[in-house]
């Protein structure tokens, strides 16, 4: 099984409240996880995929894209600790 844990920040002024985030968890194999970012400047979001993600689909990446999945964020290696 295989949970992700993110910290993000806004880096430029207050998300606009009629945007809606969603950050993006793909994998090598399978569908990707859209899950909603609250609209505040910084936060912490924790996923784990049900039915469960296995380590070896991996590897992942991650984003951030508004609500017509325009990427607003550089993707980044997702890592085990």
Known sequence: MVGFSVDYQFVQG???SSVSYFLVIKRSQGT???IPVPSKTKGNLTFFPLPPWRPEEGPFQAHVE???ASPVSDPIDMRSP
């Open 66 to 68: 508004d609500s017509i």
């Open 32 to 34: 990707a996880a859209r």
């Open 14 to 16: 207050q998300p606009p």
